[in-house]
C-alpha cells in the first residue's frame, strides 16, 4: 500500500484518529496531559470544541486530488488513488444506500420502543452523495484520505498559530487556552481555513470553560478528571 508511507509521515502526533498506537485512547490520554498542564499554569481555561458539518459527505474531490498531486508524481499512482475517490460518483451508489437504510428501518419498526425510533430517525438522517464531494465509508483508503484531509488546517494551528494544546480525532478538534477572546478569533480562522477546503463548521462547535466540561470522543471531559 502506497498511501500509509507517503501520507502518515506529514500527519502531526495530536492528529489521532485511524492510526496505530493512537486513536481515542491517545485523544483521551492528550486531553488529560493538557488538563494538568492548564491546571497548574491558570485558574480557569477554556476549550474550543470544533466539528465538521458532514465530514465524509463533504470532503471535496478536486481538493483531495490536488492535496494528492503535491505528493505523488506517478500518474498511475493518481489514477488509482482518485478512482477510489470519485466511486461515490456513480449513480448505483445512493441507490444502494437507500435499500440499506430501508432494510434496516422496516426491522426496527417491528421492535416497540424509544431506542428503535431513535435508530430509525438516524437512519433517515444519513445523506446521499452529491458528484464531486464524499468519500466512502469503511473504507481503509478513504479513511486515510479522510485522517490527511484537514492536515494542513493541523499544521496551521501548530505551527503558524502555535498551539501546543490541540487534538484532532478525523473531524473533532479542541484547542486549550486561558484566552476566550483568542479561542473565539482561532474560530474564526479555522472558519476561514475550513472554506478553502470546502467544508463547514456545524453546529456543535462552541468554547467551554473547563469548570463546565465538554464532550469529546464519547466521554465527558472536565476539570476533576486531570487527577484520577
Do not use: W
Not at 456513480?90 to 431513535?118: C, P
Not at 494551528?157 to 487534538?167: A, D, M, Q, S
Not at 467544508?199 to 473547563?210: F, G, M, P, Q, R
Not at 466540561?213 to 486531570?226: D, I, N
Request: aromatic share 12%; glycine share 6%; proline share 2%.
Amino acid at each position: 500500500m502506497f498511501l500509509k508511507p507517503a501520507l502518515y509521515p506529514k500527519l502531526i502526533e495530536e492528529n489521532v484518529a485511524t492510526r496505530v498506537g493512537k486513536g481515542t485512547n491517545a485523544a483521551i490520554k492528550l486531553c488529560k496531559k493538557y488538563f494538568i498542564r492548564m491546571m497548574n499554569k491558570y485558574e480557569n481555561f477554556y476549550i474550543l470544541k470544533f466539528d465538521i458539518s458532514k465530514y465524509f459527505y463533504n470532503i471535496n474531490h478536486e481538493v483531495l486530488k490536488n492535496l494528492l498531486s503535491q505528493i505523488y508524481t506517478d500518474n498511475d499512482v493518481l489514477k488509482i488513488l482518485f478512482e477510489v475517490i470519485d466511486s461515490t460518483d456513480a449513480k448505483y451508489i445512493n441507490g444502494e444506500i437507500d435499500k440499506v437504510i430501508n432494510r434496516e428501518i422496516e426491522k426496527l419498526s417491528k421492535i416497540q420502543g424509544k431506542e428503535a425510533l431513535k435508530q430509525i430517525e438516524e437512519l433517515k438522517k444519513i445523506p446521499h452523495y452529491i458528484d464531486g464531494k464524499g468519500l466512502g465509508i469503511g473504507s481503509l483508503s478513504n479513511q486515510i484520505f479522510a485522517v490527511f484531509y484537514l492536515n494542513g488546517l493541523d499544521h496551521y494551528i501548530k505551527e503558524n498559530l502555535g498551539i501546543k494544546e490541540y487534538v484532532r480525532f478525523m473531524d473533532d478538534g479542541i484547542i486549550f487556552s486561558p484566552d476566550k477572546k483568542l479561542l473565539k478569533e482561532i474560530k474564526e480562522i479555522i472558519k476561514i481555513k475550513l472554506d478553502e477546503l470546502k467544508l463547514e463548521l456545524n453546529s456543535k462547535t462552541d468554547i467551554y470553560s473547563a469548570k463546565g466540561g465538554f464532550e469529546f470522543v464519547g466521554y465527558s471531559l472536565y476539570l476533576k478528571m486531570a487527577g484520577y
